[in-house]
C-alpha cells in the first residue's frame, strides 16, 4: 500500500473526536469493576458493541468462563467467568502483511473507600480531562483501540495482515482470564500493543507481581476482662515490617537491568494494608485477635520469580524461629490471587519495538521515550505464554487504582494515532 504519512493518520482519526470522547464517559458511566473473585464487565461491552454497530462493524461478545475447564497453568482458580464476556472485531487483511492484535481490559478495580470528589462513574469531561473510574487504566486505551478501527473502516483501507481488537474480562486482581480466554478460542497475531497508561511512552518490559498476606493470630477474645491479659498481635506485628523493612531494603539493592536501567528502585517491596482491629465506632475497645499485613512484590522480567518467593518464605520462616512470640504464633503465608504474575521483556531492537518508535515519532513530531512499565499486566502472559510479541504505549493520566482518577482526552487521541500509524506500517510488511 502506499505510504501513509503522520497527516493523513491524524486526518483519519480527528474526524472521530467527538464521538470517542462520548463512547469514553459512556464507558466511564458504565461500572465495570471487578473484584477479587468475579467482575462486571459485560454492560460495558455492551456499550462498546452498540458503538461499533453505529459504525457499521460487527463486534462479537463471547463468553470467556470455558476456561474454568481448560487446565491452562496460568488460570486463576479463586475466579468465577460465568457472565463475564470479552468483546473481539477481526478486520481481515489480504494475507500479505503481519497480524496485529490490538488488547485492552474493560474491567476497573473497585473505588475504594471514599476520597473521591464527585462519583467515580461521572465520566465528567472538563478541561481536556475525562474523570471517573477506569479512566486512565484502560478505559482511555480501549477507546484509542476502538479508533484505529473505526478509521480504517470509515477510510476503506485493507491492512496486508489481520488487524485484531479485543477488549477483555479480568485483568485486575491478577487476572488474565480473559486474555488466556482470546488466546484458546484461537485469536493471534504477530505482534501485540496494549495501550494501558504509559504518558505516550513506549514499554517494552513489564514486571513480575505477587501479592501475599500475612496472617499473624493470637489471643482469646473469650480471654477478655480476664485476669489474664489478651495476647494480642498488634506489637508483634510491628516486628514482622521491620523485618519487611529488610526485605525493602535488600531487594531495593538489585541492580536495574536492560529496560530497567535508570530505575532507583526496579523491584519493589510495598506494604499495601496494615489491619489489626479497625479504627471504627461500631468496633468496641478490644485487642485485635487477628492482625494482617498486605505485601505487593515486583519482580524484573529476567528474575527466577518462583525462586525469589521461595526465598522470601524461608527467610520468614527464619524470623518466626527467632521470635518467642511468632515461634508460638507463626506467620501465615496467604497469597492473595494464587500464583505470581510474570514479567516479559521485548529486546531493544526486535522489529516490532523499531515500528512503533517510528510511527511515534513521526506522528507526536518529537523523540519518544522507550522504558519499561512500573507494574505488570496482561503483557506478560501474553508475551510470555502466548508467543506474541508486546509493548504498552497508551495515553497521559493520573489516578489509577486511586481516586479521582483521570485520563488526558488529547493524548487518547495521539494514542490512536500513533496505533494506527504503526498498524498500518507494521501490516504492510
Ligand atoms: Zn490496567
Not at 496472617?215 to 519487611?244: Q, T
Not at 522507550?370 to 506474541?388: E, S
Not at 495515553?395 to 488529547?410: Q, R
Request: proline fraction near 7%; include cysteine.
Amino acid at each position: 500500500m502506499k505510504s501513509t504519512t503522520a497527516r493523513d493518520v491524524r486526518r483519519w482519526i480527528r474526524p472521530l473526536r467527538g464521538e470517542l470522547r462520548r463512547l469514553l464517559q459512556d464507558l466511564v458511566k458504565a461500572n465495570s469493576v471487578a473484584v477479587l473473585a468475579g467482575g462486571n464487565e459485560t454492560p460495558a461491552q455492551r456499550v462498546l458493541q452498540a458503538f461499533f454497530r453505529e459504525q457499521g462493524i460487527r463486534a462479537e461478545l463471547y463468553s470467556t468462563d470455558f476456561i474454568e475447564d481448560s487446565g491452562h497453568p496460568q488460570l486463576r482458580r479463586n475466579k468465577r467467568y460465568a457472565g463475564r464476556k470479552n468483546l473481539s472485531v477481526r478486520l481481515s487483511g489480504s494475507g500479505r502483511g503481519r497480524s496485529l492484535l490490538l488488547n485492552g481490559h474493560m474491567d476497573t478495580v473497585p473505588p475504594g473507600n471514599g476520597g473521591w470528589s464527585r462519583s467515580p462513574w461521572s465520566g465528567l469531561s472538563r478541561q481536556g480531562c475525562v474523570h471517573g473510574l477506569g479512566s486512565f487504566d484502560m478505559k482511555g486505551g480501549v477507546v484509542a483501540n476502538a479508533a484505529v478501527i473505526c478509521a480504517l473502516r470509515r477510510e476503506g483501507v485493507r491492512l496486508g495482515g489481520d488487524l485484531l481488537f479485543e477488549s477483555v474480562v479480568d485483568e485486575e486482581w491478577g487476572g488474565g482470564g480473559g486474555t488466556i480466554a482470546a488466546r484458546l478460542r484461537g485469536d493471534t497475531a504477530d505482534a501485540c500493543v496494549i495501550p494501558e497508561g504509559t504518558q505516550l511512552e513506549i514499554y517494552r518490559a513489564t514486571r513480575g507481581g505477587f501479592v501475599v498476606d500475612l496472617v499473624i493470630e493470637a489471643g482469646d477474645p473469650a480471654g477478655y476482662f480476664s485476669r489474664a491479659e489478651v495476647v494480642s498481635p498488634a506489637l508483634p506485628m510491628g516486628r514482622l515490617l521491620n523485618w519487611i523493612d529488610e526485605l525493602v531494603k535488600e531487594r531495593g539493592t538489585l541492580p536495574p537491568k536492560g529496560a530497567y536501567l535508570g530505575f532507583p528502585d526496579p523491584a519493589p517491596v510495598q506494604v499495601l494494608a496494615v489491619e489489626a482491629n479497625r479504627l471504627d465506632p461500631t468496633v468496641p475497645l478490644s485487642v485485635p485477635s487477628r492482625a494482617t499485613v498486605r505485601v505487593y512484590l515486583q519482580f524484573l522480567p529476567e528474575e527466577n520469580v518462583d525462586q525469589v518467593i521461595a526465598a522470601v518464605r524461608k527467610r520468614l520462616e527464619r524470623f518466626c524461629a527467632s521470635d518467642p512470640f511468632f515461634r508460638k504464633y507463626p506467620v501465615q503465608w496467604k497469597p492473595l490471587i494464587g500464583g505470581p504474575l510474570y514479567g516479559h521483556e521485548l529486546p531493544a531492537d526486535h522489529p516490532w519495538l523499531e515500528c512503533m518508535q517510528t510511527s511515534a515519532t513521526s506522528v507526536l513530531e518529537r523523540p519518544v521515550v522507550t522504558t519499561a512499565a512500573p507494574y505488570p499486566c496482561d503483557a506478560g502472559l501474553i508475551h510470555r505464554d502466548f508467543g506474541i510479541p508486546t509493548l504498552l504505549f497508551g495515553p497521559c493520566g493520573a489516578g489509577a487504582h486511586n481516586p479521582d482518577e483521570y485520563v488526558e482526552f488529547e493524548s487518547v487521541m495521539e494514542t490512536a494515532e500513533v496505533l494506527l500509524s504503526a498498524a498500518l506500517t507494521w501490516c504492510s510488511g
